[in-house]
């Protein structure tokens, strides 16, 4: 097996050497053009390495020479268990930490997280693959099995996001999906261990079949529900009292008709609902299906003042869910709804700027209910951040090293519209990070803010040891409209101030709004 053995172990020493070539702004169009098909052929490779040594002694039929031979069934396992960790871990270990090294991180910072993401991605990748090629005998029946579990799997997701919507999965596209997917992949080795004890031991096919059937059907269906996912991720707060002070109340005296444009969902094609249900998101699909059933009925959207107190100074608040109740004046449910993530529309002001919580209605539940009293019940699931520590570095032609961040650089593009700050860390980089453009003169353009919290208490990529994240910051309108304090001229002579936040309390707060009429909070564009 030797050949397939070097095609694997060439696939990721390429990989290696396109993630280096990469550099931090994709300058080589060869990597950039060759990293995702090689990424492709890797996974690839690792399913047809594993497949071959497991057919080299089927466990399903009645001609093994194994059996003959024999063979203790234990060392059988264990040796071919050896043989994936020499053949695809070792190797993996070796560029991973020549890749780190090779963007400026010592060995000592690399060892740790390098040997994690292997055991990682042994536990969750290989040991369950080993199991699904257990159950089989020959490459018909792999890619035959294969095609009728992706089928099964796509099937049941679109079933279930259509007939639940974002309850179906209440964790995605927040920071607790972690949760989840710990879960997930514990249930599944779990799964593989046993598979692996009943074919090697018991050559039990029929019925390990019927338990990959069973894993897939519960994997689609089976999600962990938010108040369970984030009563968990609570008990982890790393300061549980600190947004004791933080509140959220309706603010009566704002000014009634908000004309902020609300939030709405992306529009989705065709197209992309296909690419995604291919890729095991459901959630585009059924939303496409949701938006040509409600074609001639497009939502209505809403604008509620919401005034935010105390939040501790050099602290962010982000919010994970939303979960909206329309209530009658007789306390009767019309309509309730949750969303996580970038939808949850709670739109949080800074400075003199007021809050608000964006929503949408039916359109048919909103002309029933528009002119009768209607109070809304409003449960935020929020994270409190705070501020860790305060980097500058040279806007232009930065190069900064820090314990939070990583190695970072900086450029301006091409066409001077905004600098590109790029960053690698070994592990995970922040869950928030702001960054400010400053002058010497001390003028300083507005912030940019990227927070995209992943709450995990630790560091799983499969496809390299090293995360890479970045943002753009604005120094010119190309069209106009805005004008930013900092001239161009100055922009050599400027520098980056990024200030870093770390997750510090997870918490609910509850809002509940007066008896008020709809139509008078229908946002206007």
């Known amino acids: 097996m030797w050949p397939l053995v070097c095609l694997v172990t060439v696939f990721q ?6 993630a ?6 994709g300058d080589d169009l060869a990597a950039r053009t060759l990293y995702p098909a090689l990424t492709f052929a890797w996974y690839v490779g690792i399913v047809a390495l594993v497949v071959a040594v497991v057919h080299q002694d089927p466990i399903p039929g009645i001609s093994q020479d194994w059996l003959i031979r024999p063979v203790a069934r234990r060392d059988l396992l264990f040796a071919k268990l050896l043989f994936v960790v020499a053949t695809i871990s070792g190797p993996m270990l070796v560029v991973d930490l020549l890749n780190a090294q090779g963007a400026g991180f010592t060995l000592s910072q690399a060892l740790g997280p390098a040997a994690f993401k292997e055991i ?4 969750t990748l290989v040991v369950p693959l080993l199991a699904l090629a257990s159950v089989t005998e020959n490459w ?3 890619v035959i099995g294969a095609a009728v579990l ?3 799997f796509a099937l049941l997701l679109l079933a279930a ?3 639940l919507g974002p309850d179906r999965c209440p964790t995605c596209g927040t920071g607790l999906r972690w949760i989840q997917s710990l879960i997930q992949h514990a249930a599944v080795l779990l799964g593989a261990i046993l598979i692996l004890r009943l074919q090697y031991f018991q050559r039990r096919t029929a019925a390990s079949r019927w338990l990959i059937a069973a894993g897939v059907i519960l994997f689609a269906c089976v999600q962990l529900p938010w108040n369970l996912a984030f009563a968990i991720q609570e008990r982890l707060s790393a300061a549980p009292a600190d947004a004791a002070g933080v509140a959220l109340e309706f603010d009566a005296a704002a000014a009634q008709a908000v004309t902020a444009p609300s939030q709405t969902a992306p529009d989705v094609g065709a197209a992309r609902a296909a690419r995604e249900l291919l890729s095991g998101n459901a959630s585009a699909a059924s939303a496409y299906l949701r938006q040509r059933a409600h074609a001639n009925a497009p939502p209505v959207a809403l604008e509620l003042p919401v005034r935010v107190t105390g939040v501790p100074g050099a602290a962010l608040l982000n919010v994970d869910r939303v979960a909206v109740r329309l209530l009658a004046a007789d306390g009767r449910l019309l309509y309730h709804f949750a969303n996580g993530g970038e939808l949850a529309g709670l739109h949080i002001g800074d400075g003199a700027a007021a809050s608000r919580q964006s929503l949408e209605l039916p359109a048919a539940l909103y002309r029933d209910w528009a002119e009768q009293p209607v109070r809304f019940e409003i449960t935020y699931s929020l994270a409190l951040l705070r501020a860790t520590a305060t980097y500058a570095m040279p806007a232009t032609t930065g190069d900064l090293r820090a ?5 970072c650089q900086s450029q301006l593009k091409t066409d001077a519209s905004e600098i590109n700050l790029r960053c690698r860390q070994v592990g995970l980089g922040p869950p928030c990070y702001t960054v400010t453009l400053e002058s010497p003169s001390g003028q300083h353009d507005p912030q940019s803010r990227d927070c995209t919290p992943d709450y995990r208490p630790f560091s799983a990529l499969w496809s390299a040891p090293l995360s890479f994240f970045g943002i753009d910051v604005p120094v010119r309108d190309t069209t106009g409209l805005v004008q930013y304090p900092i001239a161009r001229a100055e922009l050599p002579e400027s520098r980056l101030v990024m200030t870093t936040y770390s ?3 997870h918490f609910t707060r509850t809002l509940v709004t007066p008896a008020l009429q709809l139509a008078q909070w229908q946002a206007r564009p």
């Open 150 to 152: 992706m089928v099964l």
């Open 140 to 142: 018909p029946q792999v």
């Open 503 to 505: 997750v510090r309390d």
């Open 13 to 18: 020493v390429l990989l290696g050497w396109l």
């Open 403 to 407: 314990p939070e961040l990583g190695r």
């Open 161 to 163: 996001s259509f007939m």
């Open 120 to 123: 990682y991605v042994l536990l």
């Open 20 to 25: 280096f070539k990469w550099g931090y702004f």
